[in-house]
């Protein structure tokens, strides 16, 4: 229900190329470091957003969503289901197409919050995993 495959194809191949990836940091055993590298080997601009603000794989960091001087098309939430509705709501105030949250991230309120503001959304799923699938 939360990741239908219409979905998510649409998320990864329509809304565009832009992904801030909230939680990401240098940290390379963490799992946003590795999904933002598959994310850039398929050709989307990744913004790391972290309160370091720290520059990830080349691309400059920011400590929060509205902080980010230009469009973002996604939002990846890579931070625990209890502060990921406020992320979500975040997205949807800044005008972001689609929010995706992590394997792990549920938030079945914030889902229906992000739908309801006409913002796709996927849960519990990894876009890393499911990019290569599109073929």
Known sequence: MYGDPATVRKILTELGDTWAIVGL??????????????LQRYGKRIVPVHPKAETVHGEQGYP???????????????????????????????????????????????????????VEMVMDRCPAIEIPRLG
């Open 25 to 38: 940091s240098t940290n390379e055993r963490r799992a946003a470091y590795g999904v933002a590298d598959v």
């Open 64 to 118: 929060s969503l509205d902080a980010i001087p230009f469009e973002v098309d996604v939002v990846d939430v890579f931070v625990n289901s209890d502060l990921a509705g406020a992320v979500a709501d975040e997205a949807a105030a800044i005008g972001a197409k689609a929010v995706w949250f992590q394997l792990g991230v549920i938030d079945e309120a914030a889902y229906d919050r992000t739908r309801a503001a006409g």
